[in-house]
């Protein structure tokens, strides 16, 4: 497709229940970012892709929280032993730096809620 | 803590007025970007600025970067209830990765 593709859009699950979200970026783009965002709050770092270079999963709040890409190109973020606190929208984006800038283009998101 | 930080938190003007939203950072720059995000989902880009420029135009969006005091501003002219939305700075380090980190946003509500 055109743009940045996640999935699901909206997730309930039970605490303490695995996760598993899906991004689907732009064709040819070679970065991947994850973010998180809790309601009415700004975007929180999770972890950042680029090409073959190893991953800088410096955002990643904790072990729970894990994230590969295949191939370069589609990617998992897999969120084990659910939390209430991990209750967030899940916002994937992909970028080509060096041609655009570094700009980077969203999916909507993955709206996931633990109850 | 976030590398940028906009002010003001919230922001809530009349139609047909000026709107200027502020973004602090931390750390040396690449560049620095805004977003805008529309009811919780994903972020649009709006405009870049490089660290050796020090205004943008865009339409109805002017961008100004001061380096020495580490802080950009994002003008919208002449407002519109459909630009009601949150609006985010984002940076990318000098010499770092290319993450973007983002602040909180400020979230403006133009009013008909």
């Known amino acids: 497709g055109a743009g940045v593709s996640q999935s699901p859009s909206n997730k309930v699950t039970e605490k303490g229940k695995d996760v598993e979200l899906r991004c689907d970026p732009i064709?040819?783009?070679?970065?991947l970012y994850w973010y998180r965002q809790s309601l009415g709050q700004g975007l929180e770092f999770l972890i950042y892709?680029?090409?073959?270079?190893?991953?800088?999963k410096s955002g990643l709040p904790s072990d729970r929280f894990s994230a590969e890409r295949t191939g370069g190109s589609v990617s998992t973020l897999t969120i084990q032993r659910t939390q209430q606190e991990d209750s967030a929208v899940y916002l994937c984006?992909?970028?080509?730096?060096?041609?655009?800038?570094?700009?980077?283009?969203f999916g909507e998101g993955s709206w996931l809620t633990v109850v | 803590s976030q590398q940028g930080e906009e002010d003001p938190q919230a922001l809530s003007i009349q139609e047909g007025e000026n709107a200027t939203m502020n973004c602090s950072y931390k750390?040396?720059?690449?560049?620095l970007q805004w977003y805008r995000q529309n009811s919780g989902r994903g972020l649009v880009h709006l405009i870049l600025?490089?660290?050796?420029?020090r205004e943008k135009h865009s339409g109805r969006l002017r961008v100004t970067l001061d380096t020495s005091k580490k802080s950009s501003s994002l003008l919208i002219t002449a407002s519109r209830a459909a630009d009601t939305a949150s609006y985010f700075c984002?940076?990318?380090?000098?010499?770092?990765?290319?993450?973007?980190?983002f602040g909180k946003g400020t979230k403006l509500t133009v009013n008909p």
């Open positions: 984006a992909s970028s080509s730096p060096g041609l655009s800038g570094n700009t980077i283009y």
């Open positions: 984002a940076t990318g380090a000098q010499g770092g990765s290319e993450k973007l980190v």
């Open positions: 600025i490089r660290s050796n420029e």
């Open positions: 064709s040819g783009h070679t970065a």
């Open positions: 892709f680029q090409g073959n270079s190893a991953p800088d």
């Open positions: 750390t040396s720059i690449n560049n």
